[in-house]
């Protein structure tokens, strides 16, 4: 089938992928998420690949991701009533079209909320009613490498449906490479779009103060404490044992996500008040032990913290300040504060981290655009100051508090055609 002969039969004007099928959690560990069909038939393709994730070491929540990645994708093909080995890069490049434009389906019983705008607090925007750049690059990542696994072991088309990029014809590799840059990825999907390189933001400490007034119970307060600390991931924290504490070293053990290294990570000693304050808040019923869960519920039946749990925690918070800051906004502001410190290493923020590179530590050296801002609105203040000296006016207090952000009384009247005072 050629590509162009899918283009002509898939019609993405009037195309709907109902909202059918699943990715179910299950109670076998070997098996821990099954993508089911609309009949409700487990789709043996995807735990097969799956499984091949399981064995090099990907995690639950990794595995999960990957599913449901996979979960559009299938219901993609269902729509248009393609069976997913005889897909082609027709329906490959159709289906990259669609989920960048297509809107995202919204979950009955969910609050709908402004799409897109930004946070009069923390200048971050809300999710947009389409998907993410960065979801877009993921899912074609998995669906490239789910059907390599399948032309590997000879189960599904023999042409992978989501190539690598063209290779130049005739051309070497990094051929006009500038020897005293760091290489780039060699080769990436064809249909993988470009993402951004974002800047981390973290939470002033006027800000941060005021969530961390608004915690209700000693458990979030170390919970946060360490979080700002230690520059975990929340995954991470939320991982740890009773006998990853150690209180007298101002440490805590924690599994790295990715490497699955176990490292010591320190902590301030506000922290481990607040986990002791804690702890001993805790009734007998609550497990203890050295290999006991940490972080328990508050309310019912002590149950293991979650981290849809744990979010939902520091979103209360925020919603009082009015506020949207994210649990790994608190790794960011850790990051920022220890990279800003002239007396710590870099490369001692790298590996607290956990970072594999330091060009990605480098990032928390970027200033904050309010800090931006504020500097450079100041430059212009010392510039306007400056040029009146020269024209022999000396500005005056009253000219630095003006309303208008430091305008010329003549700039103003231009602006709004009334005779300048």
Known sequence: MADGESVERCDLVTLVADSVGSVVVTEVIWEPYRLVDPGGQVVACVSGFLGELQASGRTAATQRSYALDLLRWFRFLWAIGVPWDQATRGEARDFSRWLALVDKPRRAGVVRRPVGVANPVTGKRSPGGRYAVSTLAHSETVLRGFYAFHLEAGTGPIINPFPLVRERAGGRAHAHHNPMEPFGKERSGRYRPRLAQRVPRRIPDERFNQIFALLRSD????????????????????????????????????????????????????????????????????????DDPLWWTSRGTPRPLTYHAARAMFRRANEALGANWSLHDLRHTAAYRMARDPRLPLCDVQWVLGHAHLSTTQLYLTPAPSEVITEVLAHHQRRQAGEALVDGARPTAADAGRPGGGYRAESLAALFDRPAS
Do not use: H, M, N
């Open 219 to 290: 458990r979030d307060r170390a919970l946060v404490a360490f979080w700002v600390s230690t520059g975990a991931r929340a995954a991470e924290l939320l991982g740890a044992r009773g006998g990853d504490v150690d209180p007298g070293q101002q440490l805590i053990t924690v599994v790295r996500k990715g490497s699955r290294a176990v490292q010591q990570l320190p902590a301030c000693a506000d922290a481990f008040v607040w986990l002791r304050l804690y702890q001993c808040a805790l009734g007998r019923s609550v497990p203890a032990g050295a």
